[in-house]
T-cell receptor, first 112, second 112 residues
Framework: QKEVEQNSGPLSVPEGAIASLNCTYS??????FFWYRQYSGKSPELIMS????GDKEDGRFTAQLNKASQYVSLLIRDSQPSDSATYLC????????????FGTGTRLLVSP | SAVISQKPSRDICQRGTSLTIQCQVD?????MFWYRQQPGQSLTLIAT?????????ESGFVIDKFPISRPNLTFSTLTVSNMSPEDSSIYLC?????????FGPGTRLTVT
C-alpha cells in the first residue's frame, strides 16, 4: 500500500461544475494534510491545508478530512478552465517532523 | 508564506560533471528541503537541510551524490555530483513555515 494514494485521472469536468479530488493515506497517526496545485512546467503551489476533521473552506475550494477513514478530499466549486492542473495531495506522516509525502497527483481538466 | 528563488532555472550538463543549485529565501527559516521530480512523476524528498546541522537524507539518496550546504537561515545549495542521464529531473527546494511548505520555482536539469 502506498503511503498517499490518488487517482491519476484525468478528471474531466465542464466549466461551472464541482470538481471532487480524493486522497487516502496509510498512517492513521497523521495530523497534517495539504493540497497543492501544479501547472505544467511550474512548481507546486499550496492551496489548502487542513488539520482537523470536517470541512475547511477558502473561496471556491473546500478541503474535507475524515481521519477515521484516512481520507482527505478537495472540492472545487464553479470550476474554471484556469483550474486545469495537477492536484497533489500531501501528508505529514505521523506527528511533528515536517516530512511531506506526496501522492502521484490527479490531473484535472476543465472544459469551457 | 515565503518568496523563494532558485538558480539556475535550467541547465544542460554533460555526464560525469557536477551542478550546484542555489536556493534563496526572503526570510529566515529553520527548515529547508530538497526534492526531485522526475518527468511525469510526483515529488520525492531528497534531504532535509537544517542550519547548523548535517543534512538528513532519505532512503536512496546519499551525501556523496547529493551534498548539501546550509550556511545560514536564508540559503542552501544542493550539488548533483557525477551526473548521469538518470539525474535528468526537476530539482525543487522548499521551506517550512509552521507545518506548511512552500516551493521555489525549480531547476530543470538535463544530463546528456
Amino acid at each position: 500500500q502506498k503511503e498517499v494514494e490518488q487517482n491519476s485521472g484525468p478528471l474531466s469536468v465542464p466549466e461551472g461544475a464541482i470538481a471532487s479530488l480524493n486522497c487516502t493515506y496509510s498512517d492513521r497517526g497523521s495530523q497534517s494534510f495539504f493540497w497543492y496545485r501544479q501547472y505544467s512546467g511550474k512548481s507546486p503551489e499550496l492551496i489548502m491545508s487542513i488539520y482537523s476533521n470536517g470541512d475547511k473552506e477558502d473561496g471556491r475550494f473546500t478541503a474535507q478530512l475524515n481521519k477515521a477513514s484516512q481520507y482527505v478530499s478537495l472540492l472545487i466549486r464553479d470550476s474554471q478552465p484556469s483550474d486545469s492542473a495537477t492536484y497533489l495531495c500531501a501528508v505529514i506522516l505521523g506527528t511533528g517532523f515536517q516530512k511531506l509525502v506526496f501522492g502521484t497527483g490527479t490531473r484535472l481538466l476543465v472544459s469551457p | 508564506s515565503a518568496v523563494i528563488s532558485q538558480k539556475p532555472s535550467r541547465d544542460i550538463c554533460q555526464r560525469g560533471t557536477s551542478l550546484t543549485i542555489q536556493c534563496q529565501v526572503d526570510s529566515q527559516v529553520t527548515m529547508m528541503f530538497w526534492y526531485r521530480q522526475q518527468p511525469g512523476q510526483s515529488l520525492t524528498l531528497i534531504a532535509t537541510a537544517n542550519q547548523g546541522s548535517e543534512a538528513t537524507y532519505e532512503s536512496g539518496f546519499v551525501i556523496d551524490k547529493f551534498p548539501i550546504s546550509r550556511p545560514n537561515l536564508t540559503f542552501s545549495t544542493l550539488t548533483v555530483s557525477n551526473m548521469s542521464p538518470e539525474d535528468s529531473s526537476i530539482y525543487l527546494c522548499s521551506v517550512g513555515v509552521d507545518y506548511e511548505q512552500y516551493f521555489g520555482p525549480g531547476t530543470r536539469l538535463t544530463v546528456t
